[in-house]
C-alpha cells in the first residue's frame, strides 16, 4: 500500500473518527439509541441540598415538563415582575395555596379565575394585595362573596377595564353595582345570572357615562325593564355589542328599554333571546332613534344603522312587520337567528333574503310556516346563503335517545331450541 494513500485519502481509516468503534455486527447507519430503565439516574431525587428525604409525590412533580402547570412550578413563575395569570378551571390547585397568589405576584394586571373552586376566604386574601389590575375574571366562582367582591374593586377602581362575574351570584349585589358605577375606565362589563340584582342597584348607574363597550346582562330575572334602562342610558355612546337575554319575566317591558337601545347608535350585536315578553310594540322601537341639534331641537334619527348580528330567539310574539322593519334597518346585516318565532310566515323570510343583501347566516329552526318545500325555494333565492334548519323539528323533551322500544304485549319472546344429543336425563 502506498505511504501517502492514508493522508491524501478522500476517506480517512476508521481510527482517525472520534468516538467509540461501531460494532460490526450492527447495522452502522442505525444511530438510535433506546435508552433502557437501568440507564436512568434517579440520584437527584434521593433528597434536597439538605440530605432531607423527599416524598414521592414531591419527586413526581419535579420530573414533570415545565409547561404543566403546578402548584411547584407555579411558585418560580410569580414574582413581582408577573402581570398576567390565568388559572382558567385548573381546578388541581388547591385553595391553600390560590390565597398566596396576591403576595407572590402583587403587580397583577389580568387574572382569570373561571371556574376555579376557589374560596371566598382565599379570594379575599387576594384582593387584599392587588392595586394595578386592569382585567378580571371570576366567572363560575359560585364561592365568593360580596364583600370580597367589593374591596378588589375599592383597590383598583380607577385601573379596572374589564370585568366578568358571569354566574356568581352571591358577588354581585346591589351594594357592588354602586362601585362598578364609578369605574371611570370600564369597558367591559359581564353580571350574568346575577339572580339578586334588582332595580335599586341598577339605579346607580342612571346619571353616570361610562366608556363600555360590550355588556351582559343576560338572565337579570329580578330586574325590570327600567332598571335595564338605566344600566344601557350609561353607555349610549359607546355600546357596541349588547346581550340581555333569559329575562322572562314579567316587569321586563321591552317599550321602556328598547327605546333606549335605539339611541346606542353604535351598537354592532344585540341578542334578546328568551326575552318571552317583547312583542312588536317593543322591537319596533329598535329603529327609532333620537338626536338633539345645537339649538336644542329634537331630531329623528334611524338607529341600528351598525347593526350586523341579531338574536331574536325565542320571541314567539313577533310577526311580519316587525321582523321586516327590524332586518330592513341596518344595511350590513350579515347574521339572524329567528329560532322559534312561532309567528313568522314565508312571507317574512322571502323579504328579509331579498331586502338584505349582506346577510351570510340565518337561522330558521321551530318556524311552523317553513316548511321543506318551502325552505328550497327560499335557498334558490340567494344560494350562497348559509340558513340553518334542523332535520328533525318535532322532538320530545324527554326523550333522551337512550331508551329501548318496548316489545308490543300481543308478542311472546321465542325460546332458544336445544341442542340435539345432550346429555340424559338422570
Given at each position: 500500500m502506498n505511504t501517502k494513500a492514508?493522508?491524501?485519502?478522500?476517506?480517512?481509516?476508521?481510527?482517525?473518527?472520534?468516538?467509540?468503534?461501531?460494532?460490526?455486527?450492527?447495522?452502522?447507519?442505525?444511530?438510535?439509541?433506546?435508552?433502557?430503565?437501568?440507564?436512568?439516574?434517579?440520584?437527584?431525587?434521593?433528597?434536597?441540598?439538605?440530605?432531607?428525604?423527599?416524598?414521592?409525590?414531591?419527586?413526581?412533580?419535579?420530573?414533570l415538563p415545565q409547561t404543566i402547570l403546578t402548584e411547584e412550578n407555579l411558585k418560580v413563575y410569580l414574582t413581582r415582575e408577573t402581570e398576567k395569570l390565568d388559572l382558567e378551571h385548573s381546578y388541581w390547585l388547591k385553595d391553600v395555596f390560590l390565597d398566596k397568589v396576591g403576595r407572590m405576584a402583587p403587580n397583577l394586571r389580568w387574572l382569570s379565575l373561571r371556574r376555579l373552586k376557589i374560596s371566598n376566604r382565599a379570594f379575599s386574601e387576594i384582593a387584599t394585595c392587588l392595586k394595578q389590575l386592569e382585567r378580571l375574571d371570576i366567572s363560575d366562582c359560585t364561592q365568593i362573596q360580596a364583600p370580597a367582591f367589593k374591596q378588589l374593586l375599592s383597590n383598583n377602581k380607577s385601573t379596572l377595564q374589564q370585568i366578568q362575574a358571569s354566574n356568581t351570584p352571591s358577588a354581585v349585589t346591589n351594594e357592588v353595582m354602586d362601585l362598578l358605577a364609578w369605574t371611570p375606565n370600564l369597558t367591559f362589563l359581564d353580571i350574568s345570572h346575577a339572580r339578586h340584582l334588582t332595580d335599586?342597584?341598577?339605579?346607580?348607574?342612571?346619571?353616570?357615562?361610562?366608556?363600555?363597550?360590550?355588556?351582559?346582562?343576560?338572565?337579570?330575572?329580578?330586574?325590570t325593564g327600567a332598571g335595564l334602562a338605566d344600566m344601557i342610558q350609561s353607555c349610549t355612546a359607546t355600546l357596541r355589542i349588547f346581550e340581555g337575554g333569559y329575562m322572562d319575566q314579567e316587569g321586563m317591558v321591552g317599550a321602556v328599554f328598547c327605546?333606549?337601545?335605539?339611541?346606542c347608535f353604535e351598537l354592532e350585536e344585540i341578542d334578546l333571546s328568551g326575552d318571552v315578553m317583547l312583542d312588536d310594540n317593543s322591537i319596533m322601537l329598535l329603529p327609532k332613534g333620537e338626536l338633539k341639534d345645537h339649538h336644542g331641537k329634537t331630531i329623528e334619527v334611524v338607529g341600528l344603522q351598525k347593526l350586523r348580528l341579531a338574536k331574536l330567539n325565542g320571541l314567539s310574539k313577533l310577526t311580519d312587520h316587525s321582523v321586516i322593519k327590524l332586518a330592513a334597518t341596518s344595511k350590513v346585516l350579515e347574521h339572524l337567528e329567528l329560532t322559534k318565532c312561532e309567528q313568522l310566515t314565508e312571507y317574512a323570510i322571502d323579504s328579509i333574503i331579498k331586502q338584505n343583501g349582506s346577510l351570510v347566516f340565518l337561522d330558521l329552526n321551530g318556524i311552523p310556516a317553513i316548511t321543506q318545500p318551502i325552505l328550497d325555494g327560499l335557498r334558490q333565492l340567494k344560494p350562497e346563503l348559509l340558513i340553518r334548519r334542523y332535520l328533525y323539528q318535532n322532538i320530545d323533551p324527554k326523550d333522551n335517545e337512550l331508551r329501548v322500544p318496548r316489545r308490543l304485549m300481543g308478542e311472546k319472546k321465542k325460546k332458544k331450541k336445544g341442542k340435539k344429543g345432550g346429555k340424559k336425563k338422570k
Open positions: 492514508q493522508e491524501h485519502a478522500a476517506l480517512l481509516p476508521q481510527q482517525s473518527y472520534f468516538g467509540p468503534t461501531p460494532d460490526p455486527q450492527k447495522d452502522p447507519y442505525d444511530r438510535r439509541k433506546v435508552k433502557q430503565l437501568n440507564d436512568i439516574s434517579f440520584e437527584g431525587d434521593s433528597g434536597d441540598e439538605e440530605g432531607k428525604e423527599i416524598f414521592e409525590d414531591v419527586r413526581n412533580v419535579q420530573r335599586e342597584g341598577a339605579h346607580y348607574f342612571k346619571e353616570r357615562t361610562l366608556p363600555i363597550k360590550k355588556l351582559f346582562v343576560n338572565g337579570l330575572t329580578s330586574l327605546n333606549t337601545l335605539a339611541h
